[in-house]
Structure formats: structure tokens, C-alpha cells
């Protein structure tokens, strides 16, 4: 069984580009999220998708937005990218709430 | 209320010592309580997880003890090895979305 791909592992963006991560959960999955993990601040929550609605959103600015797709595929997008933006973006796919989350290996996106 | 606590921020064991990592939460509305280990350059992988309705759950190696009225729980790490070494997060979810530690880094010597 296929665990959680995302893609790319690396990007480098400059200030003020917007980027689109993707992430391919566990087949079977519905529910997606996404974190941003820096060595400031941790594992935080961006938001989750299931079945293709947003459930649930952190606290980030509406300069980071999500979709996903009807194969449960997710995309993450930031616009307008901030210094501050650069960090490994996770994926974790789950196949009900309140269940196993399991985390793809991110995306390590730097902004310069 | 969402935050969840967790200490040590960094371990060093021996090899074959016991390695205990702590956490505490507020929101009683936390109704599952995972852990993770990440290594440099991954993602966190799931180790083990617990609900309020046990106390306590063993895996191999590894035992999570679960205090609901502390609201504080607890990895334990039994016969440490240098595999181990890598950061351990603690988790806990009210079915929205995870709210993680801060990370201990453990790091058992040889």
C-alpha cells in the first residue's frame, strides 16, 4: 500500500511568487490535511479537506488556500510568498477524523 | 486552551535505558492522543496512540500511560537504542484537526 507522496520534495520561490504543492493521500483516504513545520513554531495546522469540502482551517492568512479533488487529491496554494513562508509543508491523509494520520515526507519550500 | 505542553525539549539516554517523554493539554474536548517520531529530512511517522477510555498502551517498545484527570499522558521508550535518536512529537485531536507538541529531541548514546 502506497503511503502519502507529495510533490515536489524541494522548491525555491522568490518574494512575492505563489506556489502549488500537491499531495497524494493513501488510497482509501478522504480526509487530508496540511501543517507547516518550522523550527519556530512547530507542527501547525493549515486546514483539512474531506470529500472535497474544507472542514476545517488554522490560523493562517487567506494568502494560503487549498483544494481538493475528487480522487481525494490535495493541492496547497500560497500566493504572494513572504520570507517568513519558507518551511516543510506536510500532507497527512487519514481515513475518518479522530483516526491514524499519516504524514507524507513534505515539501521544503524555501523563499528567497 | 488548544495548546498541548510537552518536556522534556531534549533527551539524552544511554543505550539501553528507559526514555520518558511528558505532555499536558487543557481542552478536555481532546479525544485522541497520538505520538509521532520524525528523523531529519522526514515526515513524522505515527508510533503509537491512545483514546481516554485506557490508561495505558503498550507496542513493542514503546508504552503511552494516559492520565485523564492530570490531563497529561505520557511515551515511554523501554531498552533505548540509537535508532531511536530523533524528535518525538506529541499529539492530541477533538476530531477537527491535531494540535501538536513542541518536540523533544532524544538523542541515545552508544
Known amino acids: 500500500k502506497a503511503g502519502v507522496t507529495q510533490t515536489p520534495r524541494y522548491l525555491i520561490k522568490t518574494r512575492g511568487q505563489q506556489v502549488t504543492l500537491s499531495c497524494s493521500p493513501i488510497?482509501?483516504?478522504?480526509?487530508v490535511s496540511w501543517y507547516q513545520q518550522t523550527p519556530g513554531q512547530g507542527l501547525q495546522f493549515l486546514f483539512e479537506?474531506?470529500?472535497?469540502?474544507?472542514?476545517n482551517k488554522g490560523n493562517f492568512p487567506g494568502r494560503f488556500s487549498g483544494r481538493q479533488f475528487s480522487n481525494s487529491r490535495s493541492e496547497m496554494n500560497v500566493s504572494t510568498l513572504e520570507l517568513g513562508d519558507s518551511a516543510l509543508y506536510l500532507c497527512?491523509?487519514?481515513?475518518?477524523?479522530?483516526?491514524?494520520?499519516?504524514f507524507g515526507q513534505g515539501t521544503r519550500l524555501t523563499v528567497v | 486552551q488548544q495548546q498541548v505542553k510537552q518536556s522534556p525539549q531534549s533527551l539524552i539516554v544511554q543505550k539501553g535505558g528507559i526514555s520518558i517523554i511528558n505532555c499536558a493539554y487543557e481542552?478536555?474536548?481532546?479525544?485522541?492522543f497520538p505520538w509521532y517520531q520524525q528523523f531529519p529530512g522526514k515526515g513524522p511517522a505515527l508510533l503509537i496512540a491512545?483514546?481516554?477510555?485506557?490508561s495505558e498502551k503498550k507496542e513493542g517498545r514503546f508504552t503511552i500511560s494516559f492520565n485523564k484527570s492530570a490531563k497529561q499522558f505520557s511515551l515511554h521508550i523501554m531498552d533505548s537504542q540509537p535508532g531511536d535518536s530523533a524528535t518525538y512529537f506529541c499529539?492530541?485531536?477533538?476530531?477537527?484537526?491535531?494540535?501538536f507538541g513542541p518536540g523533544t529531541r532524544l538523542s541515545v548514546l552508544p
Open positions: 497527512a491523509s487519514s481515513f475518518a477524523e479522530n483516526t491514524e494520520a499519516f
Open positions: 488510497s482509501g483516504h478522504r480526509s
Open positions: 479537506y474531506f470529500s472535497e469540502t474544507q472542514r
Open positions: 481542552n478536555t474536548a481532546f479525544d485522541y
Open positions: 491512545i483514546r481516554p477510555d485506557v
Open positions: 499529539a492530541a485531536s477533538n476530531g477537527q484537526n491535531f494540535v
